[in-house]
């Protein structure tokens, strides 16, 4: 009961500091397409096709899931300020570089820094690997590719996040799902 209600609270609003409103879907003329519209109604940006592909579970299309890469506040933010900033994105972009250019990277530096069991500290590692996760999926989603280091750390951040709560199915595929990503 602990751990499903430490869940909710550090996933729902891991408490990283950012306060800005998640960015909406918005028509641009910069990303010449459409936003998706997932079972419930809310929008994802489209996803690159490669993506799209080999992340076909519809965790990965859920805005609202506790352990869906967009489903965090973090993970939807991030995936909406990129989507508006496609055009800062290209093949050499990194994980790291959305995390530093979202002003993320102190919070996210604290992936290696363990955490005590209970409630999960604001900015410590937990919250890390939400901001890892949404960071590394959504460069994924938005240009099909993530570089070596990046989905080294995406992969401990799921670690982490499994490991903290006991293996929720849906980090476990997701896992797998990165795991298997053409390299």
């Known amino acids: 009961m602990l751990a499903a209600l430490a869940a909710v ?6 408490g990283s500091g950012n306060t800005t409103e998640p960015v909406g879907p918005q028509s641009s003329s910069t990303t010449g397409s459409t936003n998706e519209t997932s079972a419930d109604g ?13 992340f076909t579970d519809p965790v990965y299309d859920d805005p609202a899931g506790e352990f869906a890469p967009f489903g965090t506040d973090e993970g939807f933010d991030l995936v909406w300020e990129w ?24 919070v996210a530096s604290q992936l290696d820094v363990p955490e005590r069991a209970g409630i999960p500290a604001a900015g410590g590692q937990v919250d890390a690997a939400t901001i890892t996760i949404g960071a590394g999926f959504s460069l994924l989603r938005l240009t099909g590719h993530i570089d070596d280091d990046g989905r080294r750390r995406t992969l401990q951040a799921l670690d982490v996040l499994i490991d903290r709560y006991d293996a929720p199915v849906e980090l476990v595929h997701q896992r797998a799902d990165l795991e298997s990503w053409p390299t």
């Not at 609270?9 to 891991?14: I, K, N, Q, R």
């Open 9 to 14: 609270l550090v996933l729902g609003g891991c």
């Open 42 to 54: 809310a929008d994802l940006p489209d996803a690159d096709p490669a993506f799209a592909e080999h």
């Open 83 to 106: 989507s508006d900033r496609r055009d800062e994105l290209g093949p050499t972009t990194t994980v790291a570089d959305l995390v530093d250019g979202s002003g993320l990277a102190d």
